[in-house]
Nanobody
Framework: QQQLMESGGGSVQAGGSLTLSCVASGYTYSTYCRAWFRQAAGKERAWVASIDGDGKITYADSVKGRFPISKHSAKNTLTLQMNSLKTEDTAMYYC??????????????????WGQGTQVTVSS
C-alpha cells in the first residue's frame, strides 16, 4: 500500500499562486504514474496534470502553461506549482499514483492510490 499526503492548499485572489505538495509513503516502488486531479463543487473529478516514471509530462488544456508539475523521486514528493490562478481553479485537489504508466488522458479509475485532498479557493 502507498499513502499520499497533500499540503499547500488555501485561499488566494485571482492572479495569485499556490504550491501544492504531495508526499508518498509506504510501498512507493515501481510507481510509474503520478498525477493531480481536482473536483469542483457539483462537478465531476477532472485530471489536471501527470508525470510518469520516464519524466514525461502532460497537462489538461485548462492548466497548460500555468501549473507546472514536477517530482523529486528521492524524496517521493510531487509538486504542482499553480500560477495565474483563476476563480474556475477553485476545487479540491487530489494527489494520485499508480504502478502503471500514465495513459494519454488519465482517468480516475486508472489510479489505485489517492490522497485525502487539499482545498484551493480562488476569489475574484
Amino acid at each position: 500500500q502507498q499513502q499520499l499526503m497533500e499540503s499547500g492548499g488555501g485561499s488566494v485572489q485571482a492572479g495569485g499562486s499556490l504550491t501544492l505538495s504531495c508526499v508518498a509513503s509506504g510501498y512507493t516502488y515501481s510507481t510509474y504514474c503520478r498525477a493531480w486531479f481536482r473536483q469542483a463543487a457539483g462537478k465531476e473529478r477532472a485530471w489536471v496534470a501527470s508525470i510518469d516514471g520516464d519524466g514525461k509530462i502532460t497537462y489538461a488544456d485548462s492548466v497548460k502553461g500555468r501549473f507546472p508539475i514536477s517530482k523529486h523521486s528521492a524524496k517521493n514528493t510531487l509538486t504542482l506549482q499553480m500560477n495565474s490562478l483563476k476563480t474556475e481553479d477553485t476545487a479540491m485537489y487530489y494527489c494520485v499514483a499508480d504502478h502503471r504508466y500514465c495513459n494519454g488522458v488519465p482517468q480516475s479509475p486508472d489510479f489505485r492510490y489517492w490522497g485525502q485532498g487539499t482545498q484551493v479557493t480562488v476569489s475574484s
